[in-house]
């Protein structure tokens, strides 16, 4: 086993079956879990050298010793089980009694007016003894030095108003003589019945706050709802726009090779025709060709006669072809609805864009009323601490009202700005 320490930090004893916790540290097995059994209440487990906290208890790992010489405490070699550690004594955290020499055990009550901590062993004189019976005892708290005067080394019993601060009863001879004082317990009350106030504005505004939680919550649902919905219909009626513009490219491009084939077909005809035409005229040619080298001049005049019968009796039709016959009209008015769908679109989406930005999906509300009633109160305060500024104290009585009016005027601002 390699560590450090020859002796267990719960118990102050020798190593008796070693354990070690995640965090390294080494204890009994009895010492830790008996120091663990008593944190199964909180749910929460700290290292007790450390401090290091677990949310979940750990599981100590078994060690094997090599100073088992030093442990063994019978020649049977197997020791006595240490005493379980006593918890009752105060930790770092802990406020001790102050009677308890030595290792201090845990204070259980504090006295208000002893302004020291007792165990519930040195607490019994206060609970049988008369002596005490005036004695406040309350649960153990720290810093009691708190509770004293610093000046007089009394307990501080008292609160003045004018200064705002708690006193001893000798403090009132003196130091704060004529000032607006009042018991601590009366003060308290006081203090409390605003403290009451105060919490239940709080908890009115939790309420308020957890009601526009939930109204939040439900509008962001249904943000999420629509526009899911305004997703799925745009992309079906964008779906249906496309597949309307496949059936007008699909039309258009049926129109364009309809008159594409009639006009080749009607092309292709009168190409053949022509083709026969001029076969003929070449045939007939040859014939007059052929003719004007015959020698039979009755021959040439019969025959001659015929041929130029036929040639003025046929006439051939001409076949003219439309210069500005082209598929430029289609282009040109595909273009044209390109660009009146650009535009249109362009419009609509500018439109719906500035419609949805406009609308605010949720806004902080000035407290308008509230602010312009801190304003009113403020300045009628102001006034009332320029009518007394007015007049200047002359005498020590004169002094001393002039000052009490002025700090629970000054405490009355306060306790307005810190409501509002």
Same mark, same amino acid.
């Given at each position: 086993?390699?560590?450090?320490?020859? @002796? !267990?930090?719960? !118990?102050?004893?020798d190593?008796?079956?070693?354990?070690?916790?995640?965090?390294?540290?080494?204890?009994?097995?009895?010492?830790?879990?008996?120091?663990?059994?008593?944190?199964?209440?909180?749910?929460?487990?700290? !290292? &007790?050298?450390? +401090?290091?906290?677990?949310?979940?208890? &750990?599981?100590?790992?078994?060690?094997?010793?090599?100073?088992?010489?030093?442990?063994?405490?019978n020649?049977?070699?197997?020791?006595?089980?240490? &005493?379980?550690?006593?918890y009752?004594?105060?930790?770092?955290?802990?406020?001790?009694?102050?009677i308890? %020499?030595?290792?201090?055990?845990?204070?259980v009550?504090?006295?208000?007016?002893?302004?020291?901590?007792?165990?519930?062993k040195?607490?019994?004189?206060?609970?049988?003894?008369?002596?005490?019976?005036?004695?406040?005892?309350?649960?153990?708290?720290?810093?009691?030095?708190?509770?004293? !005067?610093?000046?007089?080394?009394?307990? =501080?019993? @008292?609160?003045?108003?004018?200064?705002?601060?708690?006193?001893?009863? @000798?403090?009132?001879?003196?130091?704060?003589?004529?000032?607006?004082?009042?018991?601590?317990?009366?003060?308290?009350a006081?203090?409390?019945?605003?403290?009451?106030?105060t919490?239940a504005e709080?908890?009115?505004?939790?309420?308020?706050?957890?009601?526009?939680?939930?109204? =939040?919550k439900?509008?962001?649902?249904?943000l999420?709802?629509?526009?899911?919905?305004?997703?799925q219909?745009?992309?079906?009626m964008?779906?249906?726009?496309?597949?309307?513009?496949?059936?007008m490219?699909?039309?258009?491009?049926?129109? %364009?090779?309809?008159?594409?084939?009639?006009?080749?077909?009607?092309?292709?005809?009168?190409?053949?025709?022509?083709?026969?035409?001029?076969a003929?005229?070449? +045939?007939?040619?040859?014939?007059l060709?052929q003719?004007?080298?015959?020698?039979?001049? %009755?021959h040439?005049i019969?025959?001659?006669?015929?041929? %130029?019968?036929?040639?003025?009796?046929?006439?051939?039709?001409?076949?003219?072809?439309?210069?500005?016959?082209?598929?430029? &009209?289609v282009?040109?008015?595909?273009?044209?609805m390109?660009?009146?769908?650009n535009?249109?679109?362009? #419009? #609509? =989406?500018? $439109?719906?864009?500035?419609?949805?930005?406009?609308?605010?999906?949720?806004?902080?509300? #000035?407290?308008?009323?509230?602010?312009?009633?801190?304003? $009113?109160?403020?300045k009628?305060?102001?006034?009332?601490?320029?009518?007394?500024?007015?007049?200047a104290?002359?005498?020590?009585?004169?002094?001393?009202?002039?000052?009490?009016?002025?700090r629970?005027?000054?405490?009355?601002?306060?306790?307005?700005?810190?409501?509002?």
């Open positions: 086993m390699s560590y450090d320490q020859d @002796l !267990c930090y719960l !118990c102050k004893e190593f008796r079956d070693p354990v070690s916790i995640p965090c390294g540290h080494v204890f009994c097995s009895l010492c830790i879990k008996t120091y663990w059994d008593h944190a199964d209440q909180t749910g929460q487990y700290v !290292c &007790p050298q450390c +401090r290091v906290t677990y949310n979940k208890r &750990p599981s100590p790992r078994r060690l094997q010793s090599s100073r088992s010489s030093s442990t063994l405490r020649s049977d070699g197997f020791p006595p089980a240490p &005493p379980s550690p006593d009752n004594y105060a930790g770092p955290q802990d406020v001790g009694c102050d308890c %020499i030595g290792k201090k055990l845990k204070a009550k504090s006295c208000l007016m002893c302004l020291a901590s007792y165990c519930e040195h607490l019994k004189p206060h609970y049988e003894s008369s002596t005490f019976k005036r004695h406040k005892l309350v649960d153990e708290i720290g810093h009691l030095d708190r509770q004293i !005067c610093p000046q007089h080394q009394k307990g =501080l019993e @008292l609160y003045c108003r004018t200064d705002q601060m708690c006193i001893c009863v @000798l403090c009132t001879v003196k130091e704060h003589k004529g000032h607006d004082m009042v018991s601590a317990e009366q003060e308290r006081e203090m409390q019945q605003r403290l009451g106030a919490q709080i908890q009115e505004k939790i309420h308020d706050r957890v009601k526009q939680m939930e109204e =939040l439900q509008a962001v649902d249904a999420k709802n629509s526009a899911q919905r305004a997703l219909e745009s992309e079906k964008f779906g249906d726009m496309l597949r309307s513009i496949e059936r490219q699909q039309e258009m491009t049926k129109l %364009i090779s309809t008159n594409k084939k009639a006009a080749l077909n009607n092309a292709e005809g009168h190409m053949e025709r022509l083709g026969q035409e001029i003929d005229l070449k +045939r007939r040619d040859g014939e060709t003719l004007s080298r015959t020698e039979d001049h %009755i040439f019969q025959s001659y006669h015929m041929l %130029i019968a036929q040639t003025d009796a046929e006439e051939l039709p001409s076949v003219t072809v439309n210069p500005y016959y082209s598929f430029g &009209p282009t040109k008015a595909v273009s044209e390109k660009q009146h769908l535009e249109f679109s362009n #419009e #609509e =989406l500018v $439109k719906v864009a500035k419609t949805v930005n406009k609308m605010p999906f949720c806004q902080l509300e #000035e407290r308008k009323k509230k602010n312009e009633e801190r304003k $009113k109160s403020m009628a305060d102001d006034v009332d601490m320029y009518k007394s500024l007015s007049s104290p002359r005498t020590r009585d004169e002094f001393l009202q002039y000052q009490r009016r002025s629970t005027s000054g405490r009355h601002h306060h306790q307005m700005s810190n409501q509002l």
